[in-house]
T-cell receptor, first 115, second 110 residues
């Protein structure tokens, strides 16, 4: 079965622009979580969605937002881009979400460069 | 001090050697994950542990909940094992919210 699909894989934006990244989970998976990876900070949790509801949120400014659709696909949006937003953005899906831990399947990531 | 600490940060081994990567954490967890990341970025989940020991092929992962410590062992290492290995914990009652270690970059020489 198809894995977790992230689009676009690579993109270049300029400061002040906004960007939308997409994540299609494995069929049947209802939880999608997003992570940012930078050389300086490593991997950091952004947010988790389950059944169209945000279940958990990391310590990121309000410029970072997300949503999940009824088919479990998720998007994240970053507005007013800053140079420091340049990163690899990864999403992961799991069968269920919420309280307990679940095995995660990661997408290949979307690499964002902000100029 | 980071909530999840890995050691060593870098490791070079000869093919065939036994490798151990350690992870210590200071928070309450529902599970611990070992992840593998190859150049290019893709992450693969190797193990999810809440107690005891798991084995998959040449990889073994153990966790000691009382000591808040986990180890990842690679037996008979091979150059294709070269990757970054990342320890991450799922916080208790917070599902997909992971806290990550800084990663261990492993290079296995032929």
């Amino acid at each position: 079965k198809a894995g977790v699909t992230q689009t676009p894989r690579y993109l270049i934006k300029t400061r002040g622009q906004q960007v939308t990244l997409s994540c299609s989970p494995i069929s049947g998976h209802r939880s999608v979580s997003w992570y940012q990876q930078t050389p300086g900070q490593g991997l950091q949790f952004l947010f988790e969605y389950f059944s169209e509801t945000q279940r958990n949120k990391g310590n990121f400014p309000g410029r970072f937002s997300g949503r999940q659709f009824s088919n479990s696909r998720s998007e994240m949006n970053v507005s007013t881009l800053e140079l420091g937003d340049s990163a690899l953005y990864l999403c992961a899906s799991s069968l269920v979400g919420g309280v307990g831990a679940n095995v995660l399947t990661f997408g290949a990531g979307s690499r964002l460069t902000v100029l | 001090k980071n909530e999840v600490e890995q050691s060593p940060q870098n490791l070079t081994a000869q093919e065939g050697e036994f490798i151990t990567i350690n992870c210590s954490y200071s928070v309450g967890i529902s599970a611990l994950h070992w992840l593998q990341q190859h150049p290019g970025g893709g992450i693969v989940s190797l193990f999810m542990l809440s107690s005891g020991k798991k084995k998959h092929g040449r990889l073994i992962a153990t966790i000691n909940i009382q000591e808040k410590h986990s180890s990842l062992h690679i037996t008979a290492s091979h150059p294709r094992d070269s990757a970054v290995y990342i320890c991450a914990v799922s916080l208790y009652n917070q599902g997909g919210k992971l806290i990550f270690g800084q990663g261990t970059e492993l290079s296995v020489k032929p």
